[in-house]
């Protein structure tokens, strides 16, 4: 009971660790998304008894940023062509050739385990 106890309070600082450094970050629809996987995941691992992406956000050698910055990251190596056809039927008139790379939320979640739970180099 003592683990379960501490993994919970481990996952709550985490979650309040990442609400400050969201605070401190200009909010955009990316942001935004951001924020709801990687807490969400922590708050799910906390009810499944693993705590692995918690203990990693509360390491002292990784933050939201570098985390962030791996998934724009993963969004630009991973950008795709978008058909010319489409792009130049947008009410905007964007130009051609468009290239566009975007991880869903497992995509971020991976991503965001991967950087909060490497080994230190």
């Not at 979650?15 to 969400?40: A, G, P, Q, T, Y």
Request: hydrophobic share 40%; net charge negative.
């Amino acid at each position: 009971m003592e683990n379960r106890i501490n993994d919970c309070d481990i996952a709550i600082e985490a979650v309040m660790k990442l609400k400050k450094e969201f605070e401190n970050i200009e909010k955009s629809r990316f942001v935004s998304f951001l924020e709801d996987v990687i807490e969400e995941n922590v708050l799910k691992e906390d009810q499944t008894g693993e705590s692995e992406l918690a203990r990693g956000i509360m390491r002292d050698d990784r933050n939201l940023i570098g985390c962030m910055a791996m998934v724009v990251d993963w969004a630009f190596v991973n950008k795709e062509h978008i058909d010319d056809r489409i792009v130049k039927a947008t009410p905007s008139k964007v130009r051609t050739p468009l290239y566009l790379g975007w991880p869903d939320r497992s995509e971020v979640l991976e991503i965001a385990k991967g950087y909060y739970t490497e080994k230190e180099k």
